[in-house]
T-cell receptor, first 116, second 114 residues
Framework: GAGVSQTPSNKVTEKGKYVELRCDPISGHTALYWYRQSLGQGPEFLIYFQGTGAADDSGLPNDRFFAVRPEGSVSTLKIQRTERGDSAVYLC??????????????FGPGTRLTVL | AQTVTQSQPEMSVQEAETVTLSCTYDTSESDYYLFWYKQPPSRQMILVIRQEAYKQQNATENRFSVNFQKAAKSFSLKISDSQLGDAAMYFCAARWSGNTPLVFGKGTRLSVIA
């Protein structure tokens, strides 16, 4: 596609449930990033992938959060036993490579997760 | 810790006027990249402008320009001839060499008054 796409656009779930958020990066981009944006804050890094492997997952808040990118393209962010504090906009970004001097991250429209 | 600070939660500007948004950062690195992103109500983060720290010349993109003061660790965004479509949240962000995730400030909400 022309840009980064994310589905669903909005997700409402109940406390304790499991959710999956999907990101489809720009075609050909090898690096993929997940960020979380709480209300009134800037995005905060969660995890990034270079190809299929998680190159840095230091931003994941706890072991309820997990992400995969099995074929080096689409990525899924998985949240187990959701808590009300997980409510936020989850942003995905991709870049041609990771860390190069001309790498720019292009963002998707985000998924707004609401945990009731 | 490497941080990015935006000290103006909200700013407003008259249509066709010029406004400057402030950003400072803290790092001991000498090689890094700085960005301004715009986030309208649609939530899509849109890259406005970028600056490589090793370049002395300030970046410009049409009506958008930056004032990069490396010694002061300051990276302000100037918007000239402001338009109604410029109204949005603006985030300053940095990427340190060898550490690819972006670090964002808290944002500045810009209103444009007709």
């Amino acid at each position: 596609g022309a840009g980064v796409s994310q589905t669903p656009s909005n997700k409402v779930t109940e406390k304790g449930k499991y959710v999956e958020l999907r990101c489809d990066p720009i075609s050909g981009h090898t690096a993929l990033y997940w960020y979380r944006q709480s209300l009134g804050q800037g995005p905060e890094f969660l995890i990034y992938f270079q190809g299929t492997g998680a190159a840095d997952d230091s931003g994941l808040p706890n072991d309820r959060f997990f992400a995969v990118r099995p074929e080096g393209s689409v990525s899924t962010l998985k949240i187990q036993r959701t808590e009300r504090g997980d409510s936020a906009v989850y942003l995905c970004a991709s870049s041609l490579t990771a860390g190069g001097p001309v790498d720019t991250q292009y963002f998707g429209p985000g998924t707004r997760l609401t945990v009731l | 810790a490497q941080t990015v600070t935006q000290s103006q939660p909200e700013m407003s500007v008259q249509e066709a006027e010029t406004v400057t948004l402030s950003c400072t950062y803290d790092t001991s690195e000498s090689d890094y990249y700085l960005f301004w992103y715009k986030q309208p109500p649609s939530r899509q983060m849109i890259l406005v402008i970028r600056q490589e720290a090793y370049k002395q010349q300030n970046a410009t993109e049409n009506r958008f320009s930056v004032n990069f003061q490396k010694a002061a660790k300051s990276f302000s965004l100037k918007i000239s001839d402001s338009q109604l479509g410029d109204a949005a949240m603006y985030f300053c962000a940095a990427r340190w060499s060898g550490n690819t995730p972006l670090v964002f400030g808290k944002g500045t909400r810009l209103s444009v008054i007709a």
